[in-house]
T-cell receptor, first 113, second 114 residues
Framework: DAKTTQPPSMDCAEGRAANLPCNHSTISGNEYVYWYRQIHSQGPQYIIHGLKNNETNEMASLIITEDRKSSTLILPHATLRDTAVYYC??????????????FGKGTHLIIQP | DVKVTQSSRYLVKRTGEKVFLECVQDMDHENMFWYRQDPGLGLRLIYFSYDVKMKEKGDIPEGYSVSREKKERFSLILESASTNQTSMYLCASLNRALGGTEAFFGQGTRLTVV
């Protein structure tokens, strides 16, 4: 799995868009970008993933640069409940499955009232 | 709804005891993972399994072993618990399908070794 780099922490005002960056400059062509978040005392929760196109779901948007070396997770209207640690990971999404699922330290996003 | 269930939410064990942490998933997932989480260190992969009876070491396997006798169950074993194994332990499962899928996590077991 390719390594990712994220800022250790970020602040965002409630109601504003939270933009969380992730660098994955060694990503391979068959690796997906996944985002998870972990709210205090809970297991991580899947948010979104993508290969090369931008993706949107009810929770967030994922913007992947054209060269795929970085991505941004966007929470469009952050609420206090979005305060969590956000993990960006890259992983081969296809079958074959004998690969680990490695998380880094993530970004601690703090939503300020 | 996918369920990943860890047998205990909180556990207190004595140094030297053999400890079993159990994880069960109900979605027929091939891949299962064990992590520990400590303040400032993030989620660290201990072991994972991609099929019954198959296991692979993660980043920090020392002091741990695992067992996958049935597809739905993945056990983490501390052969002789030590105080530095006091931690939050998280189990996850993943469908080994084409196209990218999400991992599902249990709620975690907070283990204290005294």
């Amino acid at each position: 799995d390719a390594k990712t780099t994220q800022p250790p922490s970020m602040d965002c005002a409630e109601g504003r868009a939270a933009n969380l960056p992730c660098n994955h400059s060694t990503i391979s062509g068959n690796e997906y970008v996944y985002w998870y978040r972990q709210i205090h005392s809970q297991g991580p929760q899947y948010i979104i993933h993508g290969l090369k196109n931008n993706e949107t779901n009810e929770m967030a948007s994922l913007i992947i640069t054209e060269d795929r070396k970085s991505s941004t997770l966007i929470l469009p209207h952050a609420t206090l409940r979005d305060t969590a640690v956000y993990y960006c990971i890259v992983r081969v999404g296809s079958g074959g499955g004998a690969d680990g699922l490695t998380f880094g330290k993530g970004t601690h996003l703090i939503i300020q009232p | 709804d996918v369920k990943v269930t860890q047998s205990s939410r909180y556990l207190v064990k004595r140094t030297g005891e053999k400890v079993f942490l159990e994880c069960v998933q109900d979605m027929d997932h091939e891949n299962m993972f064990w992590y520990r989480q400590d303040p400032g260190l993030g989620l660290r992969l201990i072991y994972f399994s991609y099929d019954v009876k198959m296991k692979e070491k993660g980043d920090i396997p020392e002091g741990y072993s695992v067992s996958r006798e049935k597809k739905e169950r993945f056990s983490l074993i501390l052969e002789s618990a030590s105080t530095n194994q006091t931690s939050m332990y998280l189990c996850a499962s993943l469908n080994r399908a084409l196209g990218g899928t999400e991992a599902f996590f249990g709620q975690g077991t907070r283990l204290t070794v005294v």
